[in-house]
């Protein structure tokens, strides 16, 4: 598994979701900020706000280092133990101005240590718990 790979999938992702989500709303543009993380690696952190359809929302990319894994996540794997990491992902939360529209929110994440495999995860959900309360 090239890490490197995942990390062009990945920014790219993030990239297409702002466009799509700045097409639909029509209105409002994502703000932008890059971040670095001093341990290792950084990020680009985008949120949207004040649209005609998207109340507020944000499209989040991140990839950050370690020199070793924490024990607690060495526990099930110890031939994990000391081995440098590698995390990256895309997280998405849009909450839209319609208050009968279901939040979504999704994740992918990717997890390697020193080139190894162990993650690679896609989670989404809608959250009609707003529409439940109005009835």
Request: glycine share 10%; net charge positive.
């Amino acid at each position: 598994m090239n890490p490197d790979l995942v990390r062009n999938y990945l920014t790219s992702l993030q990239d297409r979701l702002c466009a799509t989500f700045e097409e639909v709303d029509g209105k409002a543009k994502f703000i932008t900020d890059e971040w670095k993380r001093a341990e290792g690696g950084g990020g680009r952190t985008r949120v949207i706000a004040g649209g005609s359809v998207i109340e507020k929302g944000g499209v989040a990319f991140s990839d950050v280092r370690g020199h070793a894994l924490p024990p607690s996540a060495t526990i099930a794997r110890p031939e994990l133990a000391g081995k440098g990491f590698r995390a990256m992902g895309v997280s998405v939360v849009q909450h839209p101005l319609n208050p009968y529209c279901p939040t979504s929110h999704m994740n992918v994440r990717f997890f390697c240590t020193d080139g190894t495999l162990i993650r690679f995860v896609v989670r989404r959900r809608l959250r009609p718990d707003a529409i439940l309360r109005l009835r």
